[in-house]
Every structure is written in C-alpha cells, then in structure tokens.
C-alpha cells in the first residue's frame, strides 16, 4: 500500500472524503471495499454508459470519466466509420466484382449443351456471391438453381456445405450476420464477404486448377474494385493471412487465358512453388488454401490459436498477458517478463493493431502522478476488466476482416471550485487517450471527400476528436496537479448527454451498447463444437475516492460489464442480449466480476 493511500485510509478512508454519504447506500462489501482501496464496482443494470452520467448529474454525484468510457466513445465512432464505409464504397465496390466475374464467366459457357465442370464451378464461385449480395436479384436461368441453393443453404443452415464452387467445405454458421451488420443494411456484403473469404481451394492437384480459373478470368475492372475491397481490409486488419490473388501469381508464371485448358506443365510448375507460400498464422483446419478475400492475421488471433492448441479453452487473459500485462500474468501464474520486452508474438497490420497497441498501453505502466486509488492492486484488476471490455468491442467490429483461429481438438482558467462543488474528473491516461486520437484521426481515410463550401458553418463532424482532447487536456492538468478550470468542470457536470450524442448513430439511433463476438472454435470430432465469445454487457458502476480541490472527493462512473463463455453455435447481439435477462445470463470471469450488487433500496446496512 502506498503511503499516500495508508495516509488517506489512516484519517477516515472515504468517510472523510467529500461527499462520503452518497456511500451510505451502498453495501457492506462495497463499503469495506472502498475504504480498502479507494474504489469499488458494484454490477450494473444501466444499459448504456451516457444514463450513469445522467443519474449523476441529477443526484449531484461528480462524474469520473472512466478510460472504459473514453475507449467505448472510440469504439463507437470506429464501428460507425466502418459501417458507413462499407455502405458508400464497398458494397458498390462488392457488386462490381461479383456481377461482372459473373457475367464474364457466363460469356464462355458454349453456346449449345453445358460446359466443362471447371468453368461451371468457376461460374458458380460468383453466382453464389452475387445471390447472397442480394437475394432479389435474378440469375442467369444457367446457373440459378444452383448458386440459390447453396446462398439458401448459407443464409439459414447450421450444418457444413459442400458447395461445387469450393474444394473445402463451409461452415454456414460464419454466415450469420453479426457485429453490426445485424443493425445496419449490411447484410448481404457481409454473407457475401464471408464467402469470398470461406470458399476456398486447397493448393494441391485437385483445387489449384481451380485457383488459378480465378485469376485467370479477373479483367483489369474487376481487378481494381478487388484492390479497393483489399485496400479497406488491409486498413482495418492487416494483410491476409491466406494466400490471395498477388501470391497465386507469384507462384502462376504465364497462363493462356480462358477458355484455354491449364497446359499440364503450367501446373506442375506452379504446384512446385506452393512450397514457397508464407505459411498462415493463425489456426486452420483447412491447411494450405486459396480464398479472395482472406481475413487478417492478427497478434490476438495468434495467442487464441497458440492457446486452443495446447487442449485449453484461451482467455482475455492470454491476449493480455502476451500484451506483458503484469497482472494477468500473475492471474495466469506466469512469471513476469523482463523490463521494457517487447510482445513476443508478431505483431498484426491496420487499425487493429494500433487498437491492440492501445490496450497494451492501458495495461503497462501508467505515467507518473496516478491517484492514490491507481496506486493499488485492486485498481490493477479493475484495468484487466476495462482492456477486456474494449477487446470485446474490437473483435465486434472486425470480425469479417480477420480471420478466426479454429483449432481440432481430440477428445487558463478561472480558480478551482470547492470540494463540494467540483463536475468530476478523468482517469488520468492521457497516453492512452493520445493514442486514440491519433486513431480518430486515421479514420478519416474511411470518409469522402467533402467541398469547402459544404464543410462552412457545417455542424461538428469530428465530436468524438472533441471528446478526445477533452479528456486528454483534463487527465494532464490532474496530472500535473493544477488547478481544475471551471468550464472543464461544468462539462463533466453535464458529461451524460455528450456521452448520449456520441452514442447515436447517423439514423439518431442509439444502438445497445451490450454486444458479443465469436473468437475462436474448437472443433471434436465426436461432440458438438465449442466457440468462445466475448461480450460486454450492462454499465458496471465504479465507486471511487479521486483527489479533487486539496480534499478527497467521492465520485461515480461507468465502466465495463465483461463476459466470456463458450456455446455450440454463434451468438448475434440479439440472442446475447435476450440471455444477459434470462433467469440464467451468460457467466463473467472470476477476475472480471463486481464487489456487489447495488442495493435496490437504503438499508439498515
């Protein structure tokens, strides 16, 4: 225990602090807690974090503005980009692909009588494509039966496929729109992006004729919308993991253009510098494979992978500790690692990865000057929970651009405001929080380009960047120990409906702010599979005593609810939520879960 905190705890704990009686309602083991400590969470049953602040401002409890927060304000803003993104430019950008490889395709069916297998199945390849991009659309009568067979199969079964346009089978439960392709018209570019993804051909005899049918048939349109679809995964996730377009060629040589057969030497010869591939990252049962549009290797998905494949279910845990996270290191009886060492697994591409870097910040050391509530080890738990959370709602918003490991089992201002009078205060991060913004920043490459004259007097397209500097510019006075400007006070007064405004989307919706995403699978070969998920749930409160005005001052904010658990099939938000309700919710981590439970009312206690 630090001496600042002993000499805290030796003249009251927080019963001296100001505004100690709001304390009075909490429970017993809440209350110890946060004379122990400084702080504690107690489980929370608000559903977005914006309606903690708004209770706190019209119960006149002081906000503290949890790095939870700030990290899901970002997240929020990257799912909206992303969205917005894969709206205006690549579902065009899909479409364009999908339906001129088709018709390209079909111009060299033979004009009487039915074509060779190879160009059926190449044509099928885009059929399918084409058909779960949209479902009204109407299909060559050639190949219609067929690609809407193997769409419908996809859209609303559970049990592998064998579609004639893939030399692997599929797994229909990826095709299950998730993440936020539930809430937006995103549908069809997502089951028609898992399947330029998951429809693969194996590099061997059988299925690298059939690889290299496709890069024979790409024309320079269809190669440059396939660039910009290559483009904005690589900008999101990284580099794929799996051989793609530019790896067949370098192993293809020249090829004669269809409808030429592939001359058996042409094979031979590209079938000897397979060897020659990179080999994949992350985990795979399909070995060594061919697919257009392959998700990322990420460094997470690596530890995932690494993890299940020591015949273990991998945790948040691992992630974090392959992040050099000391506490859950020690949580995982580990030993620490030595100073300033670098992660020791390669290090993923995109946005991902810095969203990744983010975390390994908020779990390392924190820039001198912390409270005396982040100077404990509790408080070293209660930051586990948090980069939980915020890896939760990264994999929710990347999960069609990286690839799932799935790993085979056997078995200047005016003066400060008094004590009593003070708005809240910001979890003193601001390293973390430049990092975000920084971020922020990048995600304008996801926006078009907008005139001068429609950007004059138009309203603030960047409240998140806003938002950012706010709390960077109040975490650095608390850390240099300058007085607290009166205007930051009075926006952390009303911090609820900015939080509110920053949650809506451009519909004016406010989408849960409970979700989940499926991370890994296990498969056995005698028993159903298992799929871990990770989610985040209701706003947790936290409770905690912060240095404000030369006195303590006791505050509230919201925090992460994180959840981990495995199922047999692939929850969607919807389903999660309906269970966060049940009688019986999904279970959180030991290392994860609350002090206590609000009380429902003041007690005796």
Not at 243 to 260: C, F, H, R, T, W
Not at 280 to 294: E, N, Y
Not at 486 to 514: K, M, Y
């Amino acid at each position: 225990m630090t001496l600042a905190l002993l000499l805290l705890l030796n003249a009251g704990g927080f019963k001296t602090a100001a505004g100690a009686e709001k304390a009075n309602a909490l429970p017993v083991a809440a209350r110890e807690a946060l004379a122990k400590d400084g702080f504690t969470v107690l489980e929370g049953r608000e559903k977005h974090f914006f309606s903690l602040y708004d209770r706190n401002a019209y119960e006149k409890v002081p906000s503290f503005i949890s790095a939870d927060v700030v990290l899901h304000v970002f997240h929020a803003r990257f799912d909206e980009e992303l969205a917005s993104f894969e709206r205006t430019r690549l579902i065009a950008a899909l479409k364009t692909f999908s339906q001129g490889q088709l018709a390209r395709a079909l111009a060299l069916w033979p004009k009487q009588g039915a074509p060779d297998a190879a160009l059926e199945a190449l044509t099928l390849f885009h059929a399918v494509a084409v058909s779960l991009l949209d479902d009204g659309t109407t299909l060559d009568p050639r190949i219609a039966a067929a690609a809407t067979a193997d769409a419908k199969a996809l859209r609303t079964g559970t049990a592998p496929l064998r579609s004639k346009a893939c030399t692997t089978s599929l797994d229909a439960t990826l095709f299950t729109p998730r993440g936020h392709y539930e809430r937006f018209d995103l549908r069809g570019y997502f089951q028609a992006s898992t399947w330029y993804a998951q429809c693969a051909f194996t590099l061997d005899r059988t299925g690298l004729p059939r690889a290299l049918d496709v890069l024979r048939l790409l024309d320079p349109p269809a190669l440059a919308a396939l660039r910009e679809l290559e483009a904005a995964r690589e900008l999101v996730a990284g580099p794929a993991d799996d051989p793609g377009v530019d790896e067949l060629k370098s192993i293809a040589g020249e090829l004669p253009p269809l409808p030429q057969p592939l001359p058996a030497q042409a094979l031979d010869v590209a079938l000897a510098r397979v060897a020659t591939l990179p080999r994949p990252k992350v985990a795979s049962l399909r070995g060594a494979v061919f697919v257009l549009l392959g998700g990322a290797s990420t460094f997470d998905g690596e530890v995932l992978g690494a993890a299940a494949a020591k015949k273990r279910m991998p945790s948040a845990l691992d992630v974090l500790a392959a992040l050099n996270s000391v506490g859950a290191l020690r949580l995982l009886g580990r030993p620490a690692p030595d100073a300033g060492a670098p992660p020791t697994m390669t290090r993923g591409g995109g946005l991902a990865q810095r969203w990744l870097d983010v975390l390994a910040r908020l779990v390392g050391a924190a820039p001198t000057g912390q409270p005396p509530y982040a100077l404990t080890s509790a408080w070293e738990g209660r930051v586990l929970t948090c980069a939980a959370g915020s890896w939760a709602e990264l994999k929710h918003d990347t999960l069609l651009y990286v690839k799932q490991p799935i790993v085979m089992r056997e078995g200047g201002h005016e003066a400060e405001l008094p004590a009593a009078k003070v708005g809240g205060y910001v979890d003193p991060r601001p390293d973390v929080y430049r990092e975000l913004l920084s971020m922020n920043d990048a995600l304008r490459a996801l926006q078009p380009p907008v005139p001068p004259e429609r950007s004059r007097g138009a309203p603030d397209a960047d409240a998140a960047g806003s938002f950012l500097r706010f709390v960077i510019e109040a975490a650095e006075v608390e850390l240099a120990g300058k007085p607290f400007p009166r205007d930051v006070d009075e926006r952390l007064r009303t911090i609820g409906s900015e939080l509110e405004h920053l949650a809506r989307t451009r519909g004016d919706s406010t989408p849960p702010q409970a979700l989940v995403a499926d991370v890994l699978t296990v498969e056995f070969p005698e028993k159903p599979r298992e799929v871990l998920h990770v989610g985040v749930g209701d706003v947790d409160e936290l409770w905690v005593v912060v240095p404000r005005a030369g006195k303590q001052v006791l505050m509230r904010g919201g925090v992460f609810s994180y959840y981990e658990f495995t199922r047999a099939e692939r929850l969607t938000d919807e389903r999660f939520i309906d269970e966060l309700s049940s009688a019986t919710p999904p279970s959180r981590p030991f290392w994860a879960r609350p002090v206590a439970r609000p009380l429902k009312k003041k007690t005796k206690d």
